[in-house]
């Protein structure tokens, strides 16, 4: 199922994508509860709330979905994808960390900063936690004159966290991931240059936008590109990132070198994670301007300015485009 989260007047909705139709998961439950024998009493229209009621929801979109699937022609619900707004899958995530999985990125970032490969990434998953309540969907991108200073993208996938656990091993992990999303980590470089010399990690170089979308992809609907691994599964599924039209990135979410199953082991030691948590891959190889540029790909200097377009897909999840929007106080 492909679940997305859309402006209806002020409130957010959440619905279902079926077939390029925006299916409306609350208004749909009562347009079929008296011909589906459903499990809950209610549907939820909001998605952590509806992740927190366990596979009983999911349970019932599945039913929902196959509801509108047989009764299309003759129901009179659902709107046109490009008829609606949609925002983040998850528009406030219950908290959102963000991993450095992938060693081509980290190899290339420390090599054009003269340093050599850290041998402490093959040892731990590692994360940090950035701002869940800075989520953006597709559309416009507010950024202040300071964020312009080497404002950048990172082309990342994220897992949404489907049921609480603590202390979750890697062999049992992926059976707590709802579903996959595109994810950009915006981040303005003049700003997170300066502030990590006090060796406190990223913050307002970080905290101002994350972007997620353009709709969350459950598990099986990516069973013909999943590799099972000793420490849990990966996909073969190509990243690719354009600005203003040009190809600038590319990738595949299986060359992460740590699988998402050993970050949330590593998440959930002494911690418990809940439904609707969020959490990223880390920038994929040639998957932000950092990199690109220190490696001479760009010279002199690619950075983002306002206006500018930027569109981050991964295969058969879709692609987010953001423009980036100078905005005053």
């Given at each position: 199922?492909?679940?997305?989260?859309?402006?209806?007047?002020?409130?957010?909705?959440?619905?279902?994508?079926?077939?390029?139709?925006?299916?409306?998961?609350?208004?749909?439950?009562?347009?079929?509860?008296?011909?589906?024998?459903?499990?809950?009493?209610?549907?939820?229209?909001?998605?952590?709330?509806?992740?927190?009621?366990g596979e009983a929801a999911m349970e019932d979109a599945r039913l929902i979905e196959q509801w509108f699937t047989s009764n299309r022609d003759t129901v009179q619900i659902g709107k046109k994808l490009s008829e609606v707004t949609l925002v983040s899958p998850i528009p406030r995530p219950s908290s959102m960390r963000d991993g450095y999985a992938f060693k081509q990125h980290v190899e290339a970032a420390r090599r054009n900063r003269g340093?050599?490969?850290?041998?402490?990434?093959?040892?731990?998953?590692?994360f940090y936690f950035?701002?869940?309540?800075?989520?953006?969907?597709?559309?416009?991108?507010?950024?202040?004159?300071?964020h312009l200073g080497k404002l950048d993208f990172e082309l990342e996938c994220a897992i949404v966290i489907g049921k609480e656990g603590r202390d979750i091993s890697a062999q049992d992990a992926d059976d707590y991931i709802a579903g996959y999303m595109v994810m950009n980590d915006w981040s303005a470089r003049e700003l997170q240059m300066q502030?990590?010399?006090?060796?406190?990690?990223?913050?307002?170089?970080?905290d101002f936008a994350t972007s997620l979308g353009p709709w969350m992809v459950t598990r099986d609907e990516l069973a013909s590109r999943r590799i099972e691994t000793p420490n849990g599964e990966t996909y073969d599924l190509e990243m690719t990132a354009f600005v203003n039209g040009t190809k600038v990135s590319e990738g595949n979410v299986k060359d992460m070198t740590w699988t998402f199953a050993q970050i949330i082991e590593r998440a959930s030691y002494g911690v418990t994670l809940y439904p609707g948590d969020v959490i990223g891959s880390g920038t994929c190889g040639t998957g932000c301007f950092l990199e690109l540029n220190g490696s001479k790909v760009y010279d002199p200097a690619w950075w983002l300015a306002n206006g500018d377009v930027v569109e981050c897909s991964i295969s058969m999840l879709g692609t987010l485009a953001n423009t980036v929007e100078l905005t005053r106080p």
């Open positions: 199922m492909k679940f997305v989260s859309y402006k209806e007047g002020k409130a957010t909705r959440l619905a279902l994508l079926v077939h390029d139709i925006v299916i409306d998961l609350e208004h749909a439950y009562h347009a079929a509860k008296d011909s589906v024998r459903f499990t809950l009493n209610s549907a939820e229209s909001d998605m952590v709330r509806f992740l927190q009621m340093v050599e490969m850290i041998p402490e990434f093959y040892e731990i998953p590692i950035t701002n869940h309540q800075a989520v953006f969907g597709p559309g416009a991108i507010p950024v202040r004159e300071l502030e990590m010399k006090l060796n406190l990690g990223p913050a307002k170089g970080k």
